[in-house]
């Protein structure tokens, strides 16, 4: 059964970009509540840690590099069928094939610098927000 919340950052390209603001306000468009939320940079260290799932796949240290080259914002998101709906809402990885209107097809700079990230499942989106928030961050 889904459950009703999710987690997202805005990466480092679109803070970089100046895409905050929009991403954020197409998020709200579309119906999520915005349960905690954190502009920060994280480190090389916690990229890793955060994209350990991914740490034998060859774009893991581009990625992690990356992820740690500038502010984000971390977000918990709140609506039915969260996970499913912001993975819609994102489009796919690859902004060439994201479909019109969708967040990475608008700002999305390329596979690697994709704009936004959203949880994959409801396991990891809880996973994901502990990483980011503890229990006083949360509204």
């Known amino acids: 059964m889904a459950t009703n ?3 997202t950052m805005i990466k480092p390209d679109a803070v970089r970009n100046g895409h905050m ?32 799932v991914h740490a034998e796949r060859p774009f893991y240290g581009e990625l992690t590099q990356f992820m740690s080259s500038g502010p984000i914002v971390a977000a918990i998101l709140e609506k039915d069928n969260a996970v499913a709906d ?10 060439a094939q994201a479909a ?13 610098e994709n704009a936004v990230h959203g949880s994959d499942s409801d396991e990891n989106a809880a996973i994901e927000g502990d990483f980011f928030f503890n229990r006083l961050e949360r509204f």
């Not at 197409?26 to 890793?48: D, N, P, S, V, W």
């Not at 993975?87 to 902004?95: D, E, K, Q, V, W």
């Not at 967040?103 to 999305?108: E, L, M, P, Q």
């Open 21 to 52: 603001g929009n991403i954020l306000q197409m998020i709200q468009a579309a119906g999520f509540r915005i349960l905690a939320m954190k502009y920060t940079q994280i480190t090389e260290e916690q990229a890793k840690k955060f994209y350990e």
């Open 86 to 95: 912001f993975r819609s809402l994102i489009g796919a990885t690859n902004p």
């Open 5 to 7: 919340r999710t987690f």
């Open 100 to 112: 019109e209107g969708t967040i990475r097809r608008k700002y999305a700079n390329s596979v690697g």
